[in-house]
């Protein structure tokens, strides 16, 4: 609702003709695609069948006037009795009746059928549209991302293909023949009658678009209001049920129903305001066409008393304007319904204008990988330029070798991991794998041969199974099992009454903590990867959960060079080299032996997480059941002060 609300305050832009223009001009290449001949066919054919179709509905009011004349004046014989049979008086408005009634069959028909022809066509461009836009949102910069909603992206792509299919219904298939089949009415009604009557109608037409834009523009600002009220309303009431264990609490279910309530007033009113606002613009429209049609009549009529027309002339301007009617009732609608695909299918192409921050060179090879060694030389970033995070790093990760890096929070650990992955681009020197700079290879063939397990494991709203299988879509079964296996996570699938067929919920909130990281490892594990980044793998557990993850790590590393960031150092006790990061530059070096021995920052940050560490523990042996024989929620007194 709120992509509702945000769309009537876009669509109080005016809509100018270049806008118009602009967007069907952007549109025409999926219109008219020059791969796709059969689509072009549709397109040629569908046009000749709206010209027909109007043409047809133009002409039906003739048949309907020389009927009328037919039996106002029926032949009769010699006797004064009426002629019935073949070329007899009844014979001929009887013809006509009959076509009257094949005209409207194959207005209708022809219309349809124009419709059912270019629905495949735009229908193609919609979905060509879409898979564009969503291919391009892939396509660009991690940092592009992070600045935007998510959410909000989602919703131009999906406000842009409604917005095609509004241009292509509405446009196209409404608006273009609505405005053909007034020009054949006035070349009728010139031709017919004289340019008196084509004046009237046309002043009564303009008068009549002129008042339904006005009213239409006034009613979408009090949409815009509505909408705003009800997507107030909404995410109240979303926000109270997400909420609901904090609502009872506190107790405080008659404030949240008042809040609801008051939103929920707001839009009651607008709500008001609109259907008061529909029944003006009804009101006025029948005004305005009525008086025209009225005045057009009497001039007709008079021409029939004065016998320069017949009966069927006065029922032919009767009957065209009526027809004409029928698509300037729909014109408030179509109005509000083009002018918000306009701005909807703008937004999209503004999206698809902006350009890729990471692009593969022209030449680009693919990444060869022979041994896995990782390079960083002289490695200088920012995100801004104003605000450096690493100033001058070099180091290099040995092939099948495991080298950690950790520091504290803000050092620019998680950073060396993006731009091994290559989501931004260094601002100084070089990142290389087996002596090949990763902004000369491919990006495709880049991440093929890193494996990440990271901090904040987010999965799929999927299967286990589906989840395990991201690591190679292809992997069989068998694999999936072995390297769920391999993670430590294949028996509690198996414990599971769905097996590896279990939903995992939105972000896998069904699993814990723990379970979501053997799920990442064990894809991991299944793209096999020659290259392995764990970047704060385990922070987010507590500890017993680290060491049981941990195992699982150190067998997936085995073997592999190995990058590890962490937070908690006793995760990279093991790695052949530790390099302590501070303030975007490397300040110490070394094994964990030799960093404790040096009594630097390592050192510090390692005293202070056994101490916290051990604090951790003691908290866990005194934690039981009481007297009583009911589980303690909190530690004792005694036991708070044994641990500080």
Known sequence: MAAVADGAAKAETPVKPETTLRALVNLWPYMWPADRPDLKWRVVIALVILVAAKVITVLIP???????????????????????????????????????????????????????????????????????????????????????????????????????????????????????????????????????YLAVIAVTVVLYVWFTVKVSDWRIKIRRTMNESDQDAHSKAIDSLLNFETVKYFGNEKMEAARYDRAMARYEQAAIRIWTSIAWLNIGQAVIFTIGMTIVMAMSGAAVLRGEQTIGDFVLINALLMQLSIPLNFIGFVYREIKQGL????????????????????????????????????????????????????????????IAIVGPSGAGKSTISRLLFRFYEVTGGSISIDGQDIRDVTQESLRAV???????????????????????????????????????????????????????????????????????????VLKSPPILV?????????????????????????????????????????????????????????????????DGLYASMWNRQRVAAEAEEILREVEGTDDEGFVRRGPTAEAREAAE
């Open 343 to 402: 701005v909807d299918i703008e937004a999209m192409f503004a999206l698809l204008d902006v350009a890729p921050e990471i692009v593969d060179k022209p030449d680009a090879k693919t990444l060869v990988v022979r041994g896995g060694t990782v390079r960083f030389d002289n490695v200088v970033f920012a995100y801004e330029a104003a605000r450096p995070i690493l100033k001058g790093i070099s180091f290099e990760v040995p092939a099948g070798k495991t």
């Open 62 to 196: 003739y048949t309907y006037k020389w009927a009328t004349d037919a039996l106002v004046t029926p032949a009769t014989s010699a006797d004064g009795t009426l002629t019935v049979g073949v070329g007899g008086a009844l014979f001929v408005p009887i013809m006509l009746i009959v076509a009257y009634g094949v005209g409207r069959i194959l207005m209708n028909v022809f219309n349809n059928l124009r419709d059912a022809l270019f629905a495949k066509v735009g229908q193609h461009a919609v979905r060509q549209l879409a898979y564009r836009s969503f291919v391009h949102m892939h396509g660009l910069s991690l940092r592009y991302h992070l600045q935007r909603r998510t959410g909000g992206l989602s919703r131009v792509i999906e406000r842009g293909v409604t917005g095609i299919e509004t241009i292509v219904r509405f446009t196209i298939l409404n608006s273009i023949p609505t405005l053909i089949e007034f020009l054949l009415a006035a070349a009728v009604i010139a031709w017919q009658f004289d340019w008196t």
């Open 450 to 524: 890193i494996g990440m397990v990271p901090q904040d494991t987010v999965l799929f709203n999927d299967t286990i199974a589906y989840n395990v299988r991201y690591g190679r879509i292809e992997a069989s079964d068998g694999d999936v099992r072995a390297a769920a296996e391999t993670a430590q996570i294949g028996d509690f699938i198996a414990s599971l009454p769905a097996g590896y067929d279990t939903e995992v919920g939105e972000r896998g909130l069904k699993l814990s903590g723990g379970e979501k990281q053997r799920v990442a490892i064990a894809r991991t």
């Open 534 to 598: 764990l970047d704060e793998a385990t922070s987010a557990l507590d500890s017993h959960t680290e060491r049981e993850i941990q195992s699982a790590l150190d067998r997936v590393s085995k073997d592999r060079t190995t990058l590890i960031i962490a937070h908690r150092l006793s995760t990279v006790i093991h790695a052949e080299e530790i390099i302590v990061l501070d303030q975007g530059v490397i300040v110490e070096r070394g094994t964990h032996g030799d960093l404790l021995a040096s």
